[in-house]
């Protein structure tokens, strides 16, 4: 998986003192998305950047690293109107998520 995270709450020294993973770099060699996840919980929000060729499953992964993971289960949604984004092994570039916002709701 190739992508960055970048919280609005959350800074590099804090992920440090915490223990938390590293972010993960997208390969800036290759067409990197900027994406804006709205979380479920609290209407926190997170800056994700990630390769055109990672896969929703990636982006999920991303979204399960901020919020820690293990929470109940949940859908992506995209798109006007909202719709789900549930293939998990179509890339950020077939889902044409570049630029756009996605909101995280629970199932």
């Known amino acids: ?12 020294e804090e992920e440090e003192e915490e223990g938390n993973q590293p972010n993960i770099v997208a390969n800036e060699d290759e067409p990197v ?22 896969t929703i499953r990636d982006l999920h992964a991303m ?4 919020t820690g993971g293990g929470g109940p289960s949940y859908v992506l949604m995209g798109g006007y109107p909202p719709h789900p984004i549930t293939n ?9 998520l570049d630029g756009t916002q996605v909101t995280q709701r629970y199932c």
């Open 88 to 96: 998990m092994r179509q890339t950020i570039q077939e889902a044409e």
């Open 33 to 54: 998305a900027n994406i804006q996840v709205r979380m479920a919980e609290g209407g926190k929000r997170a800056k994700i950047k990630i390769n055109f060729s990672s």
């Open 63 to 66: 979204i399960d690293l901020e």
């Open 1 to 12: 998986m190739n992508a960055i995270k970048e919280s609005t709450s959350i800074n590099e």
